[in-house]
T-cell receptor, first 116, second 111 residues
């Protein structure tokens, strides 16, 4: 399967713990996006990378959130000192650059986070 | 900023046609995209309108009118498997913000 893969698919953690999610984009895609989605809502943009450069961060991305894409391939999203409000599905997506390609992004299956 | 409005729920009968509307307020954008998401699944790309008019892809069509700040997704010959949430999305021209999604419309197809 050459789609976007995310790991873990499900994570239950206690409030205050740190969690890390990993995303492997489609191999030829140099743009990688992180979104968050809660029940009944659309995906909300968190941050995105072009190659290893983090180009944009949403104000939703508090200081407890950090994302990296060290070699321009896979990415990690870490949430420190988790809060119950962090419970959501964290979606990773990728796309190539150029033209209208940014309008067509390919999502992974998501990582469900439950903070108890 | 950008905001997109969609109906929260739509119900339609198998075999029928349904239209899901999307109205938006944005200072400028590249085009209007539509995504489908089944329960527990990932959003998947359906259609994209860079220009005004109708784009057809099989049973699905999408329409954009920039002058009316309006678009829609049209699903024909509805099947039970079309029951899902549908999101419209725009990519703003200003800044580096990628796709901004609406809250989605939950379509229920009934027999």
């Amino acid at each position: 399967d050459t789609g976007v893969s995310q790991d873990p698919r499900h994570k239950i953690t206690k409030r205050g713990q740190n969690v890390t999610f990993r995303c492997d984009p489609i191999s030829e895609h140099n743009r990688l996006y992180w979104y968050r989605q809660t029940l009944g809502q659309g995906p909300e943009f968190l941050t995105y990378f072009q190659n290893e450069a983090q180009l944009e961060k949403s104000r939703l991305l508090s200081d407890r959130f950090s994302a990296e894409r060290p070699k321009g391939s896979f990415s990690t999203l870490e949430i420190q000192r988790t809060e119950q409000g962090d419970s959501a599905m964290y979606l990773c997506a990728s796309s190539p650059t150029g033209g209208h390609s940014g309008n067509t992004i390919y999502f992974g299956e998501g990582s469900w986070l439950t903070v108890v | 900023g950008q905001s997109l409005e969609q109906p929260s729920e739509v119900t339609a009968v198998e075999g029928a046609i349904v239209q899901i509307n999307c109205t938006y307020q944005t200072s400028g954008f590249y085009g209007l995209s539509w995504y489908q998401q089944h329960d527990g699944g990932a959003p998947t790309f359906l259609s994209y309108n860079a220009l005004d008019g109708l784009e057809e892809t099989g049973r699905f069509s999408s329409f954009l009118s920039r002058s009316d700040s309006y678009g829609y997704l049209l699903l024909q010959e509805l099947q039970m498997k079309d029951s899902a949430s549908y999101f419209c999305a725009v990519r703003p021209i200003s800044g580096n913000t990628p796709l901004v999604f609406g809250k989605g419309t939950r379509l229920s197809v009934i027999a």
